[in-house]
C-alpha cells in the first residue's frame, strides 16, 4: 500500500486524511511529506496509519441525545423558513442563493473525546454534517482518524495563543485543563503534564470553519468560560450550543451576544443554548418543546413514563417532568 492512502495526518493539533486533496469546508491539505516539519504557528504534522475504516463500526450513542436533539431543531428550523419563504412575495434571489449556499450543516465538537461512544456529533456526521472535533488527548485519535470530519489535536484557551498550563491526561473522559475553578485541581492525585492553549479564533482560522456553526458541543470539564472569554462573537456565530455547566459569567457573555437558554438537560449541568438568528423564525417555547419532544422518545419509547434518576424524576413521573413545564 502506497504511504498514505489509509493514513491520517495529524497536524498537532489537526488531523486530516493523508492523500486527499482537500477537506471541503475545513481547508487545503497535500500529500505527507518525508519530514514534517512544524510551522511557525506551533502545529506539527503526524501520520496516523489507522487501517480499515470500519474497524470501530458499533452503535453510537451521545450522552444525553444530543445529536437527535440538534438535528430535529435544524430540521424544525429549516421547515420553519421554508414555510415562511412560500409565503413571502417578494423574492431576495441574492439571499437565497447565498442560504442555499450555505446548506451544508457544520458542527464543532470540544472535547470530543472518543469517536463513537458518548460523541454529541457522530451521527450528524453520519447524516452528512461537516465539522471539526478537537481533542488535545492522544488516547482518542486512532479511533478519531476514522471520522470523516477534521480533528484538531490541542488545548483550547484564552484570547492569546501560547499559555502555558498544567494539563491532567491520564484520567480519560474526565481529562482536562488543571487549575481553580475546573474540575481538574491542583491537589489532586494525578499524573500532571505541561501544554500550550491554542486561541479558539486562531483554531477557527486554521481549519477555515464557516462563519455560521449550525452546533457548538462544549464539555471541557470546567474549562468553558476560558475558551468562550476567546470566541469571536463579531466573526462566527452558533446557531445552538449544548454547554456542561455555565458559570453565571459565561451565562452573562452569552446572552451578551444574543444567546438565549432553552433549558437544562440533565441533574449534572448540561444546558442548551440558542441564538436569536434562529429565533427571527421560531419561538423559544418551540425550540423547547421540540427539545423536550425528542429527549421524551430518545429515552423512553413510552413519552409517559420515564425513571431516569439523572433527570431528577422520581418513580413514574409524566414525562416532561412537571418543574420543567414552567415557561414551556
Not at 469546508?25 to 480499515?52: E, K, L, M, T
Not at 471541557?220 to 475558551?227: H, K, M, R, S
Not at 470566541?231 to 458559570?247: C, G, L
Amino acid at each position: 500500500m502506497a504511504p498514505g492512502e489509509d493514513a491520517f495526518r495529524i497536524v498537532i493539533g489537526r488531523i486530516s486524511r493523508s492523500g486527499d486533496n482537500s477537506l471541503g469546508r475545513v481547508g487545503r491539505v497535500g500529500r505527507v511529506a518525508r519530514s514534517h516539519p512544524s510551522d511557525d504557528n506551533g502545529w506539527h504534522d503526524i501520520s496516523v496509519y489507522f487501517g480499515d475504516r470500519d474497524s470501530i463500526k458499533e452503535e453510537a450513542f451521545a450522552q444525553l441525545g444530543q445529536d437527535d436533539i440538534i438535528s430535529n431543531l435544524m430540521s424544525l428550523y429549516h421547515r420553519s423558513r421554508s414555510s415562511s419563504k412560500k409565503n413571502d412575495t417578494i423574492r431576495n434571489t441574492a439571499t437565497e442563493a447565498e442560504t442555499k449556499a450555505t446548506d451544508q450543516m457544520y458542527f464543532v465538537d470540544l472535547a470530543a473525546n472518543d469517536a463513537i461512544s458518548l460523541s454529541n456529533t457522530y451521527k450528524l456526521e453520519q447524516l452528512g454534517w461537516d465539522g471539526l472535533c478537537i481533542e488535545p488527548n492522544p488516547m482518542y485519535w486512532y479511533r478519531l482518524s476514522h471520522r470523516k470530519c477534521a480533528v484538531a489535536g490541542a488545548f483550547v484557551g484564552g484570547k492569546t495563543d501560547m499559555q502555558q498550563v498544567d494539563v491532567s491526561l491520564s484520567n480519560d473522559v474526565f481529562g482536562g485543563i488543571i487549575g481553580d475553578g475546573f474540575d481538574n485541581k491542583e491537589d489532586d492525585e494525578k499524573k500532571k503534564e505541561t501544554r500550550f492553549t491554542v486561541s479558539i479564533k486562531s483554531l477557527f482560522q486554521k481549519f477555515n470553519v464557516p462563519k455560521r456553526i449550525d452546533y457548538f458541543s462544549l464539555d471541557v470539564e470546567g474549562a468553558e468560560e476560558l475558551i468562550m472569554k476567546g470566541f469571536p462573537f463579531d466573526d462566527y456565530t452558533a446557531y445552538f450550543m449544548t454547554i456542561e455547566r455555565p458559570k453565571p459569567g459565561l451565562r452573562k457573555l452569552l446572552k451578551d451576544h444574543d444567546y438565549h437558554f432553552v433549558m437544562q438537560l440533565v441533574s449534572w449541568g448540561e444546558t442548551l443554548w440558542v441564538h436569536g438568528n434562529i429565533l427571527k423564525d421560531l419561538s423559544l417555547k418551540d425550540v423547547k418543546k421540540n427539545a423536550l419532544e425528542t429527549m421524551g422518545r430518545t429515552y423512553r419509547k413510552d413519552w409517559n413514563k420515564i425513571t431516569f434518576a439523572d433527570y431528577g424524576v422520581d418513580g413514574d413521573e409524566e414525562w416532561p417532568p412537571s418543574n420543567w413545564k414552567d415557561g414551556y
